[in-house]
Nanobody, 126 residues
Framework: KVRLVESGGGSVQAGGPLKVPCEAA????????VSWFRQAPGLGREPVAA????????FYADPLRGRFAISLDRPKNTVNLQMNNLRPDDTAMYYC???????????????????WGRGTQVSVYS
């Protein structure tokens, strides 16, 4: 398991950008599929994006493709989720997870991850 710590959450005006980093306690990201999930108040948890840096591969939930971008900063052992043109319905708790190996379709499944962060709150106001 990998200890994951999210940060960077906060309140942002609609239309603005926000970057939320996920830092790993060990340089394990290279061999892990790292995903972001989110859960809005009263709704279920949904996948956002994932990255498997070893293969230079990234994946996105279709509705978020083009507005969100996931990347790995290897020297900092950090996976960044860059969110642009934010909307009020992006308001949610954002969680970072990791799963050993390549990003299969399991990147979308919360229960199939190996490690989970505690989350960071993102609130978008209009």
């Amino acid at each position: 398991k990998v200890r994951l710590v999210e940060s960077g959450g906060g309140s942002v005006q609609a239309g603005g950008p926000l970057k939320v980093p996920c830092e790993a306690a060990t340089p394990a990201f290279v061999t892990n599929c790292v995903s972001w999930f989110r859960q809005a108040p009263g709704l279920g948890r949904e996948p956002v994006a994932a990255i498997y840096d070893y293969a230079r591969a990234s994946f996105y939930a279709d509705p978020l493709r083009g507005r969100f971008a996931i990347s790995l900063d290897r020297p900092k052992n950090t996976v960044n989720l860059q969110m642009n043109n934010l909307r009020p319905d992006d308001t949610a708790m954002y969680y970072c997870t990791a799963r050993e190996g390549y990003c299969t379709t399991a990147w979308r499944e919360w229960e199939q991850q190996d490690s989970w962060g505690r989350g960071t709150q993102v609130s978008v106001y209009s």
